[in-house]
């Protein structure tokens, strides 16, 4: 690669960075999966620009190919663009999830949705979509999976609900090229706004009865 590929490259990575932001510094208690849809840090752009740049002023392509692949990957990530070249073993990934904790069982809907039934309220949890994700990223590219958790015996309506995340990104939020599945066969939201509606009425008093229901009830002949 020349030092005029090198520098386009550099343009275009400016002009993206201009609408960005460097990312906040994430210091968590636990373990968490790798995270992608963060904007691209100025600061690590700029080193692996300056290093190409002096690569290919040395004849070093290698170099200069290391610090585009990094370049690439950043953008990718920021992008949430699942890597084709490392997808994840879908047997594999059944076995791992299938020997955690409070695990029932763990198999594949389709490409992208796993679906993992726990035993009891308890595992249904973002920290137990952690915990499937972790095992899995040696596996291959995770942002190409969404969890999603269902409990085996839920003890409330809202238990019924299916628990639903890419591995990489906020609950909520899908990878490139990603459609989003529903796995309840009633959608959540339609629940809960059922719910809302039974709850609101149970709360209103009921509506007074006027002169004439009254003698539309009395006219009623007796069964």
């Known amino acids: 690669m020349t030092t005029r590929m090198v520098g386009a490259l550099g343009s275009v990575l400016a002009g993206l960075l201009a609408s960005c932001s460097a990312p906040q510094a994430d210091t968590p208690d636990t373990p968490r999966p790798q995270q992608a849809g963060q904007s691209m840090d100025p600061a690590r752009v700029a080193a692996h620009m ?5 690569a290919a002023v040395t ?10 692949d990094a370049l690439s990957e950043d953008l990718r990530r920021a992008m949430k663009l699942a890597d084709a070249n490392r997808p994840i073993d879908h047997e ?3 076995a791992v999830a ?17 679906l ?27 942002l190409a999976v969404v969890v999603n ?20 990104l906020a609950p909520g939020d ?8 529903t796995v309840d066969a009633l959608d959540p939201t339609l629940r809960a706004r059922h719910r809302a509606e039974v709850a609101r ?19 009623i002949p007796e069964m």
Do not use: F, K, Y
Request: hydrophobic letters at 40%.
């Open 50 to 54: 300056l290093g190409a740049r002096a």
């Open 59 to 68: 004849g070093d392509q290698a170099r200069v190919q290391h610090s585009v």
């Open 92 to 94: 594999a990934a059944r």
């Open 98 to 114: 299938r020997a955690l904790p409070g695990v029932r069982s763990a198999n594949w809907i389709d490409r992208h949705n796993l």
């Open 116 to 142: 993992v039934r726990v035993d009891g309220a308890g595992w249904r949890t973002q920290a137990t979509i952690d915990a499937v994700c972790l095992q899995l990223e040696p596996l291959g590219d995770t």
């Open 149 to 168: 958790l269902q409990d085996v015996a839920p003890n409330t309506r809202d238990g019924m609900d299916t628990l639903s995340r890419n591995c990489q």
């Open 174 to 181: 899908h990878a490139m090229m990603q459609r989003p599945r």
């Open 201 to 219: 009425m149970r709360t209103q008093p009921p509506p007074a009865q006027t002169a004439g229901d009254r003698a539309a009830l009395e006219a």
